[in-house]
């Protein structure tokens, strides 16, 4: 039932630790810990090489593509401590802005809606979530919120901008004034929400249940959905569902998805948000979906395509 | 040399025996800026510009034993940039001055003074002091001034000098192999190996780095490997056994490097520090060079001095900062980057495909491999036996698949053949949802087809099915209705219809559960069999539904009026048999339809000619109507239904059939849920690409936050016909000589509708007017002069 359309030969030299389709689903972005970023054209099952991205000095924790209306726009961040904002101009990916204010790893990446302009919240393993706008001009504000997880933020998603609720007491036809929101999960096992309030990010949900770290957040795309739901992975191997039907979004129920034995290092939702993907240490990626009397279940299993994995490792060995 | 020995053993037991300890530091009076330690891991010297002093390491604690900086004014030559402990002599150390003096140092002497001999040949700051690993008075240093010189501890002066061409030297170091050669590293990226017998001339150059080389290091197993490291942030390992240096592992490193110690028992593990920026010391598996395989980060400013411990225990390392700090790392406690690290990538596409890297399996490609190939005997041999698996660090790759998940409700492919074939508006309702029903079998989606047909029939007027019609499904509904209650006391008809979500929802179901065994094709029967089963009261309604289906789309085309003849049963209402019996009265309706689909009094025309109609005719007002069933009387069951569609993720269904069904249902849902619904839908479409699709619904939309998407992508710029500055404000009076700027420069009144102006000077006026002036002069009708044009 799952097959492999299309095995991408990414040629990176180490570990992958991101892949990302943009927009429209035509080009993905990869980033290893050879310290590259990679774009691929998978139009058509097809995997062409369209640019190779050297600039950070450690390894490419995750990457993320900006809505297309701003241009071709990639976000990468690095173990060297830096968010680099690579943009593609006449075909070329050039280096549009490069942030250094964190102290250590910064390991997760996420532009905002487009609705709120461009932009982009990074995690860091210094404990602190930086907010970085672009004002044009070259110029971008940062916003910083200290200590947003001790020890370390691992996963940023943010919210979508018609969060239901969001829109309460606005005039009809005038463009309403959305609340930006996002979620962020870190190695103090929490699950935090964060809400922009006269110009300034304030812790608005902390959320517990996990164990040990939490390792990735999503915050599901409300397609025609009532409730804001987010999901939720962690060392602990535990996936979360946090639901919030509250219009005020201030009660957050969560549910358990899952418990698996090993780590579960990512959680994915479709683009209309009714099926989760999550992958875990034991290389599967399962399917979940939720059935009509709200329970989730596994709709489906993905091995990774071990044909192509064990020709990869064979040239590996011949060539040490 | 009995106080020698005695020295040693008081210090801590010398020699041999297991290192034992744990993480722990000390605080420094002042910023260290070299460490050494000595043989037999007991101590530790510490120097520094103001510290010179012998720690020793205990199993818990640093305790200091001695302090080498003594007398009153302490002398430039107790500045230290770099200090050595003699790996025979248990006793001798030597130290580089910042002021260019060579000191060694003699901890056997009695006196409070420790220091030895003095050579103060250099002229400048020595960077770098080296003893010969084997020959026991050989010393060799490196100075700022460009010159390395080697000195017999047993004379007063240097023995050779060699001369590196007046670049400055960052580093000397003794070979581990080749008893006469020494490696150089110098400021200007070079590297150069001496013979220590021949100072006229280096043996070999070659360029190392971009920028100054700060550290090298020889490898301690006599491979003729040398680390280099530079400012250029790299570590590069050259293989020196070969007639040229080659370079054969390169590290890039975060900041750039200004020390590097190869680590013991491990033949690829590197430790590094900086001395800019970055605090932490890293170490490194050289076949693995962009990742460090452990990091130390204890210290809170630049690491200046790093030394394994014990020349064949690589668990401890230790260090001293600039934060006057001396610490001591176990191996067990530092951090690994890799296992923080994300070995997987997973991102859901667009079109429900799943991109999907993984890490390979480490064990499966290590298992036939021996731990280390071609490996060295000098290694003890319990290190093959126990390949310890913390220690596992080898070359990992990842693979990147990109997977079908071959969900029918996950992958996103009618979606766009959906909204490019959907027609939602320039017909009328019933053949809108007819059409549309179609598509959305044709697309193997019978649930969707099913819903369109429904509200079709919940919502048509046989008689009037005529869009522009406000009232237009009025009639039918209350036909029914009145024989309803008269022919079916039950009220067959309002349960029925709203048990229909739910029945969706447990096709729904049944969707997910033939999905899971395999089956991606549901076919239409199949729901139909599970309603069935379900429901026995509504079990012949859908049968009868899907027969008709069948009739209805091999006619539809040949004659749409019989088609709703037909449909009607559908609705399973028990009383079909009364529209049944409906004459073929709607064919002249549909005609009149076609050919004036807008004539107003064909509402009432129509109804006429239909029998069943004509007690509605009758009372052709709408508070009649109303009395008998109010006109939102599907509305409730729509409502929900498309709420469940929205649920599912399928907004394109909510969407579109909020915008066929219009009016009808408009109200029945609240503004802010349809304008989400909406901006959902258009997010979709636009990245399905689908720019006439979103353009269209933006147009259709009804939300004032919608219809204005469009025009907010316009912006006008207007000029003042007056005073010829931009307009600043909104209105049409401009606030800067505070007169309307919108008069016909024609006929001088307001211009109320479309207006016509001319970019050169501003001025301009009714469409109609313009025209006509420039017809016959070509000149502004202002009188400003200026030539306009009109095209």
Not at chain 1, 152 to 177: I, M, R, T
Not at chain 2, 720 to 743: E, F, I, L, T, Y
Request: with cysteine.
């Amino acid at each position: 039932m799952v097959s492999v359309i299309n095995t991408v030969d990414t040629s990176h030299e180490d570990m992958i630790h991101d892949a990302q389709m943009d927009y429209y689903g035509t080009r993905l972005a990869t980033c290893s810990s050879d310290r590259t970023v990679k774009i691929f054209d998978v139009r058509n099952g097809g995997q062409i090489l369209v640019a190779d991205l050297r600039g950070h000095e450690g390894p490419v924790w995750q990457v993320a593509w900006a809505h297309p209306m701003y241009g071709n726009i990639l976000a990468s961040c690095s173990y060297d401590r830096k968010v680099i904002v690579w943009k593609e101009e006449n075909g070329s990916w050039d280096k549009m802005y490069e942030y250094t204010g964190h102290e250590s790893s910064v390991n997760s990446v996420c532009w905002g809606p487009y609705d709120f302009g461009l932009i982009l919240a990074c995690g860091s393993s210094d404990g602190a979530i930086s907010l970085l706008t672009f004002t044009g001009e070259q110029q971008w504000d940062v916003k910083k919120i200290s200590n947003a997880h001790t020890i370390g933020c691992n996963a940023v998603s943010w919210a979508p901008a018609v969060v239901p609720g969001s829109l309460v007491d606005q005039p009809s036809g005038q463009k309403p004034n959305y609340v930006k929101r996002f979620v962020s999960g870190g190695c103090d096992n929490l699950v935090k929400l964060w809400k922009e309030e006269d110009g300034q990010w304030k812790e608005d949900q902390k959320l517990e249940a996990h164990s040990d770290w939490v390792r990735d957040v999503g915050w599901a795309p409300s397609i025609g959905l009532p409730t804001s739901t987010i999901a939720s992975c962690s060392q602990d191997g535990r996936v979360f569902i946090w639901t919030c039907e509250d219009p005020t979004g201030n009660t957050w129920t969560p549910k358990l998805l899952h418990k698996f034995v090993d780590v579960v290092w990512h959680v994915s939702w479709s683009i209309t948000g009714n099926i989760l993907a999550v992958s875990g240490g034991d290389n599967k990626v399962t399917l979940w979906k939720e059935s009509m009397d709200g329970q989730w279940a596994c709709i489906s299993d993905v091995s990774k395509g071990q044909g192509a994995v064990s020709s990869i490792t064979d040239t590996q060995q011949s060539e040490q | 040399m009995e106080k020698m020995s005695r020295v040693s053993t008081a210090l801590g037991g010398g020699g041999g025996g297991a290192v034992s300890g744990r993480t722990m530091f000390c605080h420094l009076d002042a910023p260290a800026n070299a460490i050494s330690v000595c043989r037999d891991a007991s101590q530790v010297v510490v120097a520094g510009r103001n510290i010179f002093k012998i720690y020793a390491l205990e199993d818990d604690q640093f305790v200091e034993k001695l302090n080498l900086r003594v007398g009153r004014k302490p002398s430039l030559n107790f500045s230290c940039a770099d200090v050595m402990w003699h790996q025979m002599e248990e006793n001798l150390l030597a130290t580089a001055a910042t002021n260019g003096a060579v000191v060694t140092w003699n901890l056997g002497k009695p006196s409070r003074n420790k220091q030895d001999q003095l050579f103060t040949e250099h002229k400048r700051t020595v960077n770098k002091v080296c003893f010969h690993p084997s020959e026991v008075h050989m010393l060799l240093s490196g100075s700022q001034d460009g010159f390395m010189k080697c000195f017999d501890l047993r004379k007063k002066e240097s023995v050779s000098t060699f001369s590196g061409q007046s670049e400055s030297v960052r580093d000397v170091q003794f070979s581990m192999k080749e008893y006469f050669t020494f490696a150089a590293s110098f400021e200007n990226g070079n590297v150069q190996l001496w013979d220590i017998r021949r100072p006229d001339r280096y043996e070999r150059m070659f360029t190392a780095h971009n920028g100054p080389v700060f550290c090298c290091d020889w490898h301690p197993d006599d491979r003729g490997w040398l680390a280099t490291g530079g400012r250029d942030k790299m570590v590069k390992v050259w293989d020196m056994s070969t007639t040229r240096a080659k370079e054969i592992h390169c590290v890039q490193t975060i900041a750039s490097v200004a020390r590097v110690k190869w680590r013991p028992e491990r033949k690829w593990h590197l430790a590094t520090c900086s001395m800019m920026v970055d605090h932490n010391i890293y170490v490194w598996d050289v076949r693995r060079p962009f990742i460090p395989f452990a990091t130390f980060e204890e210290h809170k400013d630049v690491t200046t001095g790093i030394a394994w411990r014990h020349q064949h225990d690589p668990y401890f390392l230790l260090s001293g900062s600039k934060d006057s700090t001396l610490y001591q790392h176990m191996f067990k406690d530092a951090s690994r980057p890799v296992d923080k690290a994300n070995p997987e990538g997973l991102c859901f596409g667009l079109f429900g495909d799943l991109a999907f890297a993984a890490k390979e399996s480490l064990i499966s490609s290590e298992a036939n491999r021996k731990p280390y190939p071609g490996g060295d005997r000098r290694y003890p041999i319990f290190f093959f036996k126990k390949p310890d698996l913390t220690e596992q660090f080898a070359h990992v790759s990842s693979a990147l698949s990109v997977f079908e998940t071959g969900l029918e409700s996950g992958r996103m492919d009618w979606f766009s053949r959906t909204a490019r074939r959907y027609l939602l508006c320039g017909k009328p309702f019933a053949e809108l949802c007819d059409h549309n029903a179609k598509v959305a079998k044709e697309l193997n989606r019978p649930q969707v087809s099913t819903t369109w047909t429904m509200v079709r029939i919940m919502f048509s007027d046989p008689a009037n099915p005529n869009l522009s019609a406000k009232l237009g499904t009025l009639p039918l509904m209350n036909s029914f209705s009145m024989k309803d209650m008269g022919a079916c006391p039950d009220m067959g008809a309002c349960p029925d219809m709203g048990a229909c979500p739910a029945e969706r929802g447990k096709e729904g179901r049944s969707d997910a559960a033939h999905l899971e065994p395999g089956t991606s094709h549901i076919s239409n029967n199949d729901d139909n069999e599970e309603t069935e089963g379900s429901d026995g009261q509504a079990e012949y309604m859908f049968g009868d539904a899907e027969l008709d289906d069948d009739d209805l789309y091999s006619v539809e085309h040949d004659n749409p009026a019989e088609d709703q003849e037909y449909t009607l049963p559908q609705e399973a209402f028990p009383l079909r048999h009364e529209i049944l019996d409906n004459p073929s009265a709607p064919e002249p309706l549909q005609q009149d339809k076609a050919e004036s689909p807008h004539v107003s009094g064909g509402e009432a025309e129509a109804t006429c000619l239909t029998p069943i109609e004509s007690c509605s005719l009758i009372s052709a007002t709408q508070p009649l109507y109303s009395a008998h069933l109010p006109a939102g009387f599907f509305c409730p069951v729509v409502r929900d239904m498309l709420r469940y569609y929205a649920e599912q993720g399928d907004v394109q269904m909510a969407v579109s059939v909020l915008i066929v069904l219009g009016e009808r249902i408009r109200k029945e849902i609240d503004d802010l849920t349809q304008e989400h619904w909406y901006t959902s839908y258009i997010d979709l479409l636009q990245r399905f690409e689908l720019w006439n699709v979103s353009n269209e619904v933006i147009k259709l939309s009804t939300c004032g936050a919608i219809s204005c998407l469009n025009q907010t992508s316009t912006t006008l710029h207007v000029n003042c016909s007056n005073c010829k500055r931009p307009m600043s404000n909104r209105g049409w009076v401009c606030d800067r000589c505070h007169q309307c700027a919108s008069v016909c420069a024609v006929c001088h009144h307001v211009v109320k509708g479309l207006f016509v102006w001319c970019q050169g000077c501003s001025h301009g006026g009714h469409l109609e007017h313009m025209m006509h002036w420039l017809k016959s002069s070509p000149h502004c009708p202002a009188g400003c002069g200026h030539l306009c044009e009109y095209t």
